[in-house]
């Protein structure tokens, strides 16, 4: 595999795991979010608000297409990346997509208070928002190669369940 990409629901962690399993296997670590709002140069509920979600998508697509390309990466998506399709294919192309998923009284506690850096949970009843949301992607999120439950879990334990599946499947190797 030549990346490892951690995907999943807002507040599932991606960014704390893939940070933290980048720095205990000596890679890069890579946020798509972080690229686009650098590329942009502009927080993610600044593009929502300016430009709206079709163009944030664009971004996230172009962006998805350009990192793919790189290797030895941990690559944190955002939420709804592979939600697309073209997304999803070009994601395992480039490695081993792996899902993080959380109860959605995780989730909740976990994002209620930064509901306002998200902007599709930004509504007043950020509760409902959670669990339509989590509703509707989760046939999408079921197609990635690996879903991780991190309900109850502490950012060590699931970058250990991540590194086991990793080895699981051979190792990382730059070599796909
Ligand atoms: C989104 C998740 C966010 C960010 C944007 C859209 C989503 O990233 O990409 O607000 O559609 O679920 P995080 O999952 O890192 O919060």
Do not use: H, W
Not at 92 to 110: E, N, Q, Y
């Amino acid at each position: 595999m030549k990346n490892i990409i951690l995907t999943g629901f807002m507040g599932t962690g991606k960014s704390s795991a893939g940070r933290l399993l980048a720095r205990e296997l000596n890679l890069k670590f890579t946020d798509i979010d972080d690229l686009i709002e650098r590329e942009v140069g502009l927080n993610i509920p600044l593009i929502f608000e300016k430009f709206g979600e079709p163009y944030f998508r664009l971004l996230e697509k172009n962006v998805i297409k350009d990192v793919a390309l790189k290797e030895s990466q941990i690559i944190a998506t955002g939420g709804g990346a592979i939600i697309d399709d073209e997304n999803l294919k070009t994601l395992k192309a480039s490695g081993i997509v792996i899902c993080l998923t959380a109860s959605a009284d995780a989730i909740f506690s976990r994002i209620g208070g930064a509901a306002r850096e998200r902007p599709l949970l930004n509504l007043p009843d950020r509760r409902e928002a959670v669990e339509r949301l989590m509703g509707y992607r989760k046939p999408f999120y079921a197609k990635a190669d690996v879903c991780i439950d991190t309900t109850d879990k502490k950012i060590e334990e699931v970058v250990l369940e991540i590194k086991k599946e990793i080895k699981r499947r051979g190792g990382f190797s730059q070599r796909g």
